[in-house]
């Protein structure tokens, strides 16, 4: 069936109040009102499964733990559930003494009786009962007259004031009575007011303050605006005889979405109670929601005596209870409440903070208050035990406040605007790409990924490892007075696709520095366009965060490449951010090969040879094997060509080289002598440390059986190769260290051997080499060390008659 083109001829307006004079219409609400959660029943009776006793009791201890001081607990002429769980808090006496319980019953006397019974016992207990008094009710439901409708009530109102009463005297219970004209909302202003007063009267005794009686005003089918329901209640208030005597209560339900309008304008209008349940559970679309109301309230800056500090944990109980969701946009307490997707709202938020935080500061100095005013966020999250995790979340709609908000949160890092622009781009392609929401992860991780930012696993081609700022005056001052300008030195090793290299560079400064070192080696050429720094965290975690913008130097307004450093040094935080915008701006690109100028000029430099080595092959050459490896690569320079004084070397050049010259890492074959197997024992009578070595060396090309003994292994082998070979070795200098750590160490060994050989009467033949080798173990280590040395001297073998 459509929908009809003209619904008047269906559903009949609501009928406006006489009232022309309404005063709530320009009221405050300054104070909040009296709770009462009626979970325990109007919102019970609504659920498919009503609660078990268990969920009522985990529910009331919620709600007295949220302070709750009324609470409607059950209809408990409807169920021995009711029943019974009513019995149970007051026999386990779990009520607090300030907490007054409130059962419902109709106009029945057998309910009203069974009603009763139920809170006998307990230290304060409200007795609700209803009526329905609407035209619609009466003629329908209780085919009742008006008057049969005021006589019904009359009547059960004193059968409740008798037993109530006998109740007292017996069990010492304290009652108040609250009626409720039950369909108030379509009851005639009139007729609602005759029959309260009937009831009032027929009551008799009430009085001021705890003997108020209370008239329950429900709406309960919200037929009209809000406006309606509060003309209802500021006619029903400025009606009712002594109203000193009464406390009027609000009993809003939601079917038109307005049940917390009703009730705010209600409360104007002269409420001063409200029935409600948590997140709005209740019959059809609920009753009012007690957290929204509270929490409207709070967020006014009126106390609301409610206390939803740990929303969460109330919503588990609720929803556990109820077995009902929370909805995701439910005021306050939804999943997506506080949180942002769209770029202006969360733009609008991060300057909100930013802004917040100085203004807070400022007011806390001046012992001023600390209000809160921010853009889209009427509540502090905090205050109902909320981060503000939640408050940015990105995806396609975002923008770069949003994410620059959740690097800040996550990473401590302050961006400037237009790197925000830059990472922005990066992880709207990402979203549009994906089409999915970016978790704080996503964007860490993206973020990590672009700028190499954050330990090894982000690592980019180039990495430092260690540096050296240094300065030098750059020219002499002209004038008395001038100062003198210094430059500055950069001398580093920076990780290059894997490889460790020695880069040095020199500038106005220590990024200056490194860019040039970056040209001179690398050939990157680029420029700073931006820098700025901030420090991170505070006292000894403190750090500097760095960024800079790099552009192709020569083209100021090129595009640019951002990066981003964090280090306790503030030099190291900004080179690192140089490394991660060169490292943007090589993307896959292929490096030149890396060279050392090396030669006789004074730019070539020992400690640079040596770094290669250390840093290619981790040995950490002793300072003679240094000063003598430097010889053979100025040698290697010159080559042929005398008046050859400097050279680029590559640095896989210098490293074959090395390995060359030393017979280190060479496969064994190409040695002259290299060892098979050897087995090293303790010889001599204990009291000295003597060695004796046996095994197999390959000695020119063929396998020899040796034997030896000596001080220690090294001497030991001597003395078998002395066998063997012609003139004597004897060790110049022995040095060895750990590579690596662990498991993975092994042992690097150097030796300085001098040879010398009897060539004829008076004719001694001297050499001198090193040898360096490595091995997991340190005795064939330094064993391996010295046939590298000995195939590197000229020796002569011995001739051996019947040698194997
Ligand atoms: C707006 C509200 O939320 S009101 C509260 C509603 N809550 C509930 O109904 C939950 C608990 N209710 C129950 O368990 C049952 O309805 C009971 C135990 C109260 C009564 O059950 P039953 O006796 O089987 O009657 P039933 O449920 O059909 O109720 C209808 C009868 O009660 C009468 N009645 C309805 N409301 C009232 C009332 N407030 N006062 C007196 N009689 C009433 C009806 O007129 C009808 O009478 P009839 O049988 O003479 O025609
Ligand atoms: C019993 C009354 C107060 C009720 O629940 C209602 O009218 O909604």
Same mark, same amino acid.
């Given at each position: 069936?459509?929908?009809?083109?003209?619904?008047?001829?269906?559903?009949?307006?609501?009928?406006?109040?006489?009232?022309?004079?309404?005063?709530?219409?320009?009221?405050?609400?300054?104070?909040?009102?009296?709770?009462?959660?009626?979970?325990?029943?109007?919102?019970?009776?609504?659920?498919?499964?009503?609660?078990? /006793?268990?969920?009522?009791?985990?529910?009331?201890?919620?709600?007295?733990?949220?302070?709750?001081?009324?609470?409607?607990?059950?209809?408990?002429?409807?169920?021995?559930?009711?029943?019974?769980?009513?019995?149970?808090?007051?026999?386990?006496?779990?009520?607090?003494?300030?907490?007054?319980?409130?059962v419902l019953t109709p106009a029945r006397e057998d309910l009203i009786k069974r009603t009763i019974d139920s809170v006998a016992g307990a230290k304060h207990a409200i007795i609700h009962m209803y009526n329905a008094t609407s035209p619609l009710f009466r003629n329908v439901v209780f085919r009742n007259s008006k008057e049969e409708t005021v006589a019904?009530?009359?009547?059960?109102?004193?059968?409740?004031?008798?037993?109530?009463?006998?109740?007292?005297?017996?069990?010492?219970?304290?009652?108040?009575?609250?009626?409720?004209?039950?369909?108030?909302?379509?009851?005639e202003p009139d007729f609602a007011l005759e029959i309260c007063e009937a009831v009032k009267t027929a009551w008799g005794?009430?009085?001021?303050?705890?003997?108020?009686?209370?008239?329950?005003?429900?709406?309960?089918?919200? /037929?009209?605006?809000?406006?309606?329901?509060?003309?209802?209640?500021?006619?029903?208030?400025?009606?009712?005889?002594?109203?000193?005597?009464?406390?009027?209560?609000?009993?809003?339900?939601?079917?038109?979405?307005?049940?917390?309008?009703?009730?705010?304008?209600?409360?104007?209008?002269?409420?001063?109670?409200?029935?409600?349940?948590?997140?709005?559970?209740?019959?059809?679309?609920?009753?009012?929601?007690?957290v929204i109301l509270a929490l409207n309230l709070y967020s006014q800056g009126i106390a609301p005596n409610l206390d939803f500090s740990d929303i969460q944990s109330v919503i588990e109980v609720v929803t556990q209870c109820n077995d009902l969701p929370v909805h995701p946009r439910h005021p306050y307490a939804g999943d997506l409440v506080f949180t942002a997707f769209s770029g202006s709202h969360q733009d609008a938020i991060k300057k909100g903070f930013e802004v917040q935080n100085k203004r807070h500061a400022e007011a806390d100095a001046k012992g001023e208050n600390k209000y809160w005013d921010m853009p889209y966020l009427p509540l502090d999250p905090a205050d109902l035990g909320c981060s503000y995790e939640a408050v940015i979340r990105v995806?396609?709609?975002?923008?770069?406040?949003?994410?620059?908000?959740?690097?800040?949160?996550?990473?401590?890092?302050?961006?400037?605007?237009?790197?925000?622009?830059?990472?922005?781009?990066?992880?709207?392609?990402?979203?549009?790409?994906?089409?999915?929401?970016?978790?704080?992860?996503?964007?860490?991780?993206?973020?990590?990924?672009?700028?190499?930012?954050g330990g090894p696993s982000y690592q980019g081609r180039l990495a430092l490892k260690s540096f050296e700022i240094s300065s030098e005056p750059s020219v002499e001052p002209e004038g008395e007075g001038e100062t003198q300008d210094e430059r500055r030195r950069f001398d580093g090793t920076i990780l290059v696709d894997g490889v460790l290299r020695v880069i040095k560079g020199e500038g106005n400064g220590p990024l200056s520095a490194l860019l040039d070192g970056l040209r001179t080696h690398l050939d990157i050429d680029l420029s700073i366009r931006e820098y700025s720094e901030h420090t991170t965290g505070d006292g000894k975690e403190a750090k500097a965060a760095s960024y800079v913008e790099l552009v192709p130097s020569g083209e100021p307004r090129g595009s640019g490449w951002w990066g981003a450093g964090l280090d306790t040094d503030i030099a190291g935080s900004g080179l690192r951010a140089v490394l991660s915008a060169a490292n943007g701006h090589i993307g896959d690109r292929p490096l030149p090969e890396l060279k050392l100028l090396v030669g006789f000029n004074k730019q070539s430099c020992l400690a640079d040879v040596a770094s290669v080595v250390l840093n290619s092959l981790q040995l950490e050459l002793p300072r003679r094997l240094q000063?003598?490896?430097?010889?053979?690569?100025?040698?290697?320079?010159?080559?042929?060509?005398?008046?050859?004084?400097?050279?680029?070397?590559?640095?896989?050049?210098?490293?074959?080289?090395?390995?060359?010259?030393?017979?280190?890492?060479?496969?064994?074959?190409?040695?002259?002598?290299?060892?098979?197997?050897?087995?090293?024992?303790y010889c001599g009578d204990g009291s000295d440390s003597r060695r004796q070595i046996n095994g197999e060396l390959v000695l020119d090309g063929k396998v020899r059986a040796i034997s030896g003994e000596g001080n220690g292994p090294l001497s030991a082998m001597l003395a078998a190769l002395h066998n063997l070979i012609e003139g004597m070795f004897a060790v110049r200098e022995y040095s060895e260290h750990s590579i690596g750590e662990?498991?993975?160490?092994?042992?690097?060994?150097?030796?300085?051997?001098?040879?010398?050989?009897?060539?004829?009467?008076?004719?001694?033949?001297?050499?001198?080499?090193?040898?360096?080798?490595?091995?997991?173990?340190?005795?064939?280590?330094?064993?391996?060390?010295?046939?590298?040395?000995?195939?590197?001297?000229?020796?002569?073998?011995?001739?051996?008659?019947?040698?194997?």
């Open positions: 069936m459509p929908m009809l083109t003209d619904p008047s001829k269906k559903y009949k307006p609501y009928t406006p109040v006489n009232i022309h004079d309404r005063q709530w219409p320009s009221k405050r609400t300054t104070k909040a009102p009296i709770w009462l959660s009626t979970d325990l029943r109007d919102g019970n009776q609504a659920l498919a499964n009503p609660m078990t /006793i268990e969920q009522k009791t985990l529910f009331f201890q919620q709600l007295v733990k949220s302070g709750l001081k009324e609470i409607e607990v059950a209809y408990p002429a409807a169920s021995d559930t009711d029943f019974n769980f009513v019995r149970m808090l007051i026999e386990k006496n779990m009520v607090p003494d300030d907490v007054w319980l409130q019904l009530a009359i009547k059960h109102t004193k059968i409740i004031r008798q037993l109530t009463e006998e109740c007292t005297a017996r069990t010492g219970t304290i009652f108040k009575y609250e009626y409720s004209p039950e369909t108030f909302t379509q009851t005794k009430a009085g001021t303050g705890e003997d108020r009686i209370i008239f329950n005003l429900p709406a309960t089918v919200e /037929i009209g605006p809000c406006n309606l329901y509060a003309d209802m209640i500021e006619y029903f208030c400025r009606g009712i005889s002594e109203r000193e005597k009464v406390i009027v209560s609000l009993h809003p339900h939601n079917d038109r979405g307005t049940g917390i309008a009703a009730a705010e304008c209600g409360l104007l209008a002269g409420g001063d109670r409200i029935e409600g349940c948590l997140f709005g559970n209740g019959e059809r679309t609920g009753n009012v929601d007690l995806n396609s709609q975002s923008g770069k406040g949003g994410i620059a908000y959740l690097v800040k949160q996550h990473l401590g890092l302050d961006l400037p605007r237009k790197m925000q622009i830059a990472f922005y781009q990066v992880v709207q392609a990402v979203a549009d790409r994906e089409a999915r929401e970016m978790m704080v992860d996503d964007i860490v991780t993206a973020f990590r990924r672009t700028y190499h930012f000063a003598s490896f430097f010889e053979v690569v100025q040698r290697s320079v010159r080559g042929k060509e005398a008046n050859v004084l400097v050279k680029e070397m590559s640095y896989d050049t210098l490293i074959g080289l090395f390995q060359e010259t030393y017979g280190y890492d060479v496969p064994a074959e190409r040695s002259r002598v290299w060892m098979k197997s050897f087995k090293m024992v662990g498991s993975e160490v092994t042992a690097a060994s150097y030796v300085e051997l001098t040879y010398t050989r009897e060539e004829g009467q008076d004719n001694q033949k001297r050499s001198a080499a090193w040898g360096v080798a490595r091995d997991t173990d340190i005795t064939a280590s330094g064993l391996k060390a010295v046939l590298c040395a000995v195939s590197k001297v000229d020796f002569k073998l011995k001739n051996v008659v019947n040698g194997s």
